[in-house]
Structure formats: C-alpha cells, structure tokens
C-alpha cells in the first residue's frame, strides 16, 4: 500500500481511532502574548538600572519613567491574565522561552504483519492548540526504526488541531512492530493500524503509557 492511497482509507480510519485518549500532564510552550511574558521581569529590571545609572541626571524624568515601565509590565500581565481566561482550563499552563520537549512517550502492543501488509502509526491531534508530535514503528527484535516513510512534521513544527499524521514500515517481509509515539499535548490519540494487502484495516491497537 502506497503513502497516496491512505486518503481512501481517511473515513475508515477515523472508525478505527477507538482507543482511550492518552492522558498526561503537559506545560505547552507559551505563544502569543504569553511568549513575552519575560517582560513582566525585564520592565521593572530596565527601570532600576537606567535609574542606578543616570542617578541625579534623571531626576526630573526619573519618577516618571519608574511608574510608565511598572504600568507596561502590568499591561502585559493583564493581557496575559485575559488570554488565559478565554483557554480551556487545561491549556492554561505554559512554558516561556526554550524548545518544546516531549512530554510523555507512548507505546502500543506488538503485532505481526505478512508480506504486502504494512503497519501505520498514526496519531491525531483532538486538542485546540497545535501539538509537536512524532510516530514511528519499532522492531520487537531491537527496538530499531522501521519507518520507510511519514508525514509527521518535525519539530519545530507542529501538528494543527483536529489533523492527524503518520509513518509506516516496510511491507517486505514479516513485521513484528510496535508503535512508539510522542506528544507536547494531553489531547492526542495514537493507534498502530495494519492495513491489508487490499487495503482493509486488519487490526488496530491503542497506544498507552
């Protein structure tokens, strides 16, 4: 089965992406407003020292500009304390500054393929903010990556609410695989799915922690 043909099989594939979501506790990366929020600390910071420094010079303005950078970093506060009450109560937690590491590994039980069947690793993105994802298909024997091919982005990139990606092994031979997958967000689902040599789902397998 070819990486083109997997659109075919998109209303039949979602039937199957039945198992339980995978749960965990995940701090996101900060976006939007959220991503400066290190002001909150550099504004006052940038006022104390242009004070230290100019001292008397700035005696005139200095009172002045102390209140205007302590009002901006309240500013940024307020807009931050805003967007966070307008997301879900799980999205709330962010993390400044940094790559966004993954925060759980998941994994689904082995199973066995025949020659022209092909196991795909799938997973979808259920949440409202997008998601640094990756699937890839494991050898029992060694635990070595048997992807041939995908379309999960790499990171930095991320995978866009309500859209799902993959990778799949090679249908030469004999597969013993599982899947083992990876997520920035709680709000994923994961399944190992082996497609038939016509094309029918043959067996599906939720991934767990």
């Known amino acids: ?9 998109m209303g039949q594939l979602g039937a199957q992406l039945g198992g339980q979501p995978i749960i965990s506790e995940v701090v996101a990366p900060a976006t939007g407003v959220a991503s400066v929020a290190w002001l909150l600390v550099a504004l006052p910071m940038m006022g104390a020292a242009v004070l230290l420094l100019g001292g008397r010079r700035l005696d005139r303005v200095g009172p002045a500009l102390a209140t205007g950078l302590s009002w901006a970093a309240f500013g940024v506060g307020a807009a931050i304390f ?25 994994f689904t039980p082995v199973s066995q393929s025949q020659t022209g069947e092909v196991f795909y690793c799938t997973i979808v993105n259920v ?11 494991r050898s029992m024997v060694d ?42 967000s709680s709000k994923v689902r994961a399944d190992l ?12 397998m939720p991934a767990t922690r």
């Not at 799915?193 to 599906?204: A, E, R």
Request: with cysteine; net charge negative.
């Open 1 to 9: 089965m070819h990486l083109v043909e997997l659109s075919a099989h």
């Open 193 to 204: 799915i082996i497609f038939g040599t016509n094309g029918g789902v043959l067996d599906t």
């Open 127 to 137: 949440g409202s903010t997008p998601a640094a994802v990756s699937a890839s298909a």
């Open 143 to 184: 635990g070595s990556d048997l992807n041939v091919s995908g379309n999960c982005p790499k990171a930095p990139a991320t995978l866009a609410p309500g859209t799902a990606c993959f990778s799949f092994a090679s249908q030469s031979g004999a597969q013993s695989a599982y899947c083992h997958f990876t997520s920035t």
């Open 82 to 106: 805003f967007m966070m009450l307008g997301r879900p109560a799980e999205e709330r937690a962010t993390r400044i500054g940094g790559p966004a590491a993954h925060a759980y590994d998941f």
